[in-house]
């Protein structure tokens, strides 16, 4: 009403203008993963709800493909992770399997040797155990809330911020296209239809490679040493200035 009468008397009204604004991705940088890692392979307080951080982080897999893994689908002398098939939280429900909704879904991801030092603390020594879900060791499947729960506790005793499970899926994808794996071998990891999206969501580059990169574009070793040069000839100053400083108290004495 009130903007219908300020139009009516001549009042020009302009609709804000609102901008397209893509959030960044979270992803885990190296040093987070580092600590997270250490954390997993020294700790003795391990437990097997937890066990969706590290597969999250070493396999790049949705936390709901995580949540819906058997051990049948763990094969530890091929050291591979055979993915197919989600887990969905639904309301009344719980956590209901599904098919997932494309073919490329279904594929199968190699297990780092980081990761197979864990899971084989846990690997069932009872052969009824085996259709038993990883990360709840029972007949049903992990919430998805639960895992969430578990890891935010987890994540302040380590002392990295949690930034979620899918942060785990940039992280591994960023890595792998940072250390110059083949685009088709990311892509197929991580269950994308084509490559293009797997460049479009996944390829953002981290803090550290961009220094690194703009570092070596700029490479000058003449400017470097002379760079050192400063460095050390300032740090003599100092040194001066400091002995200069204790002689005077000593002379006091």
């Not at 990360?135 to 935010?152: F, G, I, V, W």
């Amino acid at each position: 009403l009130i903007m219908s009468v300020l139009k009516k008397n001549g009042f020009r009204i302009d609709s804000p203008r609102i901008k397209n604004y893509t959030p960044k991705k979270r992803f885990y940088n190296n040093e987070e993963i580092e600590t997270i890692g250490q954390y997993f392979m020294k700790s003795s307080k391990i437990k097997r709800n937890h066990l969706a951080i590290p597969i999250a982080m070493y396999t790049g897999l949705r936390i709901g493909e995580i949540l819906a893994l058997q051990w049948l689908d763990v094969d530890l002398n091929r050291k591979l992770i055979s993915v197919s098939k989600n887990a969905e939280h639904i309301f009344g429900k719980g956590s209901v399997l599904q098919t997932p909704k494309t073919e490329s879904s279904i594929r199968e991801v190699a297990i780092p040797n980081q990761l197979y030092d864990i899971l084989i603390k846990f690997a069932p020594q009872k052969d009824d155990d085996w259709d038993n879900f990883i990360t709840s060791n029972r007949q049903k499947p992990q919430d998805s809330r639960t895992a969430l729960r578990c890891a935010e506790r987890l994540f302040v005793k380590i002392g990295v911020e949690f930034k979620g499970f899918h942060a785990f899926r940039h992280s591994y994808a960023t890595k792998m296209l940072e250390s110059g794996v083949n685009t088709k071998v990311v892509s197929d990891l991580l269950g994308h239809s084509n490559i293009s999206t797997t460049l479009n969501i996944y390829s953002h580059t981290s803090n550290d490679l961009k220094k690194e990169c703009v570092d070596k574009v700029f490479e000058d070793k003449a400017y470097e040493r002379e760079r050192e040069k400063k460095e050390l000839y300032q740090q003599i100053l100092e040194m001066q200035k400091t002995m200069n400083e204790l002689l005077i108290k000593v002379s006091s004495l």
